[in-house]
């Protein structure tokens, strides 16, 4: 019976053994704690959308960064009002993690590193001339990823905006005044598609920028631009490339048009590439060092690489991520210079 009851303890302890990774809580297989760390994202899209793939966010950043040999007991996701607010937010160290545009990382790059540059899937339509993308629309994609995209400026179903469509159609320069005469809805001033880009595309063709402008609005979001585009009251919208992809359904269902985006809309604008957006951490953070920041870089770029972390970034559009450069956002900073902003 002593020798049976031996033999029962020694293959319990051996389980034991065995099982004790498995068995350990994340703080104990994890060499170092983060108590937390918050992460902001910008509202270039609809603010539930970002929420919605919030607890997916956590999960799978604190899986990964257990990998990495970091325990992160709490993970916040954050949606800023606006570009400058995440900025900010990085720049106090109020936000250890900032996914934003490249522009909002020049204007703040002093107080945070960039890390990482977004890809995206490559375009069906790759031309500097705005009649070749209403001529092969719908825009589709390729199996391409790349590191930047295009800002189109759009026109509507408005008298206008329709009149400015039939004459790139037909192969006729656009003039300044008549461009002045155009309601124009832009992002604010950090946006790169929103706002920057085609204020160079202006000071390149007219000499001018979005601030020589009569009539502009400035708009929250590109959903609040496309709503201003359907209901005519603008009659331009500055977007990046690939934005009616995602805003054809909610054309007629949301939006209230009978005809679909791409009939009813029209390229009469293309800028030069814009460097994709980053992936940035706080400088003034209080828990980041070289090591959490080497740790963060290496969980986005496993997350990116699988189905799920892709899925979760599809409010982006976001294919993964590659080790970002500094060097690759200088068009950003001279488009800054060209429209005065700093």
Same mark, same amino acid.
């Given at each position: 019976?002593?020798?049976?009851?031996?033999?029962?303890?020694?293959?319990?302890?051996?389980?034991?053994?065995?099982?004790?990774?498995?068995?350990?809580?994340?703080?104990?297989?994890?060499?170092?704690?983060?108590?937390?760390?918050?992460?902001?994202?910008?509202?270039?899209?609809?603010?539930?959308?970002?929420?919605?793939?919030?607890?997916?966010?956590?999960?799978?950043?604190?899986?990964?960064?257990?990998?990495?040999?970091?325990?992160?007991?709490?993970?916040?996701?954050?949606?800023?009002?606006?570009?400058?607010?995440?900025?900010?937010?990085?720049?106090?160290?109020?936000?250890?993690?900032?996914?934003?545009?490249?522009?909002?990382?020049?204007?703040?790059?002093?107080?945070?590193?960039?890390?990482?540059?977004?890809?995206?899937?490559?375009?069906?339509?790759?031309?500097?001339?705005?009649?070749?993308?209403?001529?092969?629309? %719908?825009?589709?994609?390729?199996?391409?990823?790349?590191?930047?995209? /295009? =800002?189109? $400026?759009?026109? @509507?179903?408005?008298?206008? *905006?329709?009149?400015?469509?039939?004459?790139?159609?037909?192969?006729?320069?656009?003039?300044?005044?008549?461009?002045?005469?155009?309601?124009?809805?832009?992002?604010?001033?950090?946006?790169?598609?929103?706002?920057?880009?085609?204020?160079?595309?202006?000071?390149?063709?007219?000499?001018?920028?979005?601030?020589?402008?009569?009539?502009?609005?400035?708009?929250?979001?590109?959903?609040?631009?496309?709503?201003?585009?359907?209901?005519?009251?603008?009659?331009?919208?500055?977007?990046?490339?690939?934005?009616?992809?995602?805003?054809?359904?909610?054309?007629?269902?949301?939006?209230?048009?009978?005809?679909?985006?791409?009939?009813?809309?029209?390229?009469?604008?293309?800028?030069?590439?814009?460097?994709?957006?980053?992936?940035?951490?706080?400088?003034?953070? %209080?828990?980041?060092?070289?090591?959490?920041?080497?740790?963060?870089? /290496? =969980?986005? $770029?496993?997350? @990116?690489?699988?189905?799920? *972390?892709?899925?979760?970034?599809?409010?982006?559009?976001?294919?993964?991520?590659?080790?970002?450069?500094?060097?690759?956002?200088?068009?950003?900073?001279?488009?800054?210079?060209?429209?005065?902003?700093?």
């Amino acid at each position: 019976m002593r020798k049976y009851a031996s033999v029962v303890v020694a293959i319990f302890l051996c389980i034991t053994m065995l099982m004790g990774c498995s068995c350990s809580s994340p703080s104990q297989r994890a060499e170092k704690s983060v108590q937390k760390l918050t992460i902001g994202f910008v509202k270039s899209v609809d603010e539930e959308e970002i929420l919605n793939a919030s607890e997916t966010i956590k999960n799978l950043f604190k899986k990964e960064m257990i990998k990495q040999g970091y325990y992160v007991r709490d993970v916040v996701v954050e949606v800023g009002s606006s570009y400058e607010m995440v900025g900010r937010k990085l720049a106090i160290g109020d936000i250890d993690i900032g996914f934003v545009p490249g522009a909002t990382y020049v204007l703040y790059e002093e107080y945070c590193d960039v890390i990482l540059t977004a890809l995206r899937r490559g375009l069906s339509i790759e031309s500097d001339e705005p009649r070749v993308w209403n001529d092969n629309t %719908p825009t589709g994609t390729t199996d391409k990823t790349v590191t930047y995209y /295009r =800002a189109l $400026i759009l026109a @509507g179903p408005s008298v206008r *905006g329709q009149a400015m469509a039939a004459k790139v159609n037909n192969g006729e320069a656009l003039s300044w005044e008549e461009l002045n005469l155009l309601r124009w809805g832009v992002m604010n001033s950090t946006s790169p598609a929103g706002y920057l880009y085609p204020s160079l595309w202006l000071k390149e063709k007219y000499n001018k920028k979005i601030t020589a402008l009569k009539y502009v609005t400035e708009v929250d979001t590109y959903s609040t631009a496309f709503e201003g585009l359907a209901s005519e009251a603008l009659d331009v919208i500055c977007i990046y490339a690939d934005a009616r992809r995602d805003f054809e359904g909610r054309w007629r269902s949301e939006f209230g048009r009978s005809y679909n985006i791409w009939d009813e809309t029209a390229v009469i604008g293309v800028t030069s590439g814009i460097y994709n957006d980053t992936v940035c951490v706080s400088k003034t953070s %209080p828990v980041m060092d070289e090591a959490l920041k080497e740790a963060i870089k /290496r =969980a986005f $770029i496993n997350i @990116g690489e699988t189905e799920e *972390g892709k899925k979760m970034m599809s409010f982006y559009r976001h294919e993964g991520y590659v080790e970002a450069d500094p060097e690759d956002y200088e068009p950003i900073r001279a488009a800054r210079e060209v429209n005065n902003i700093k």
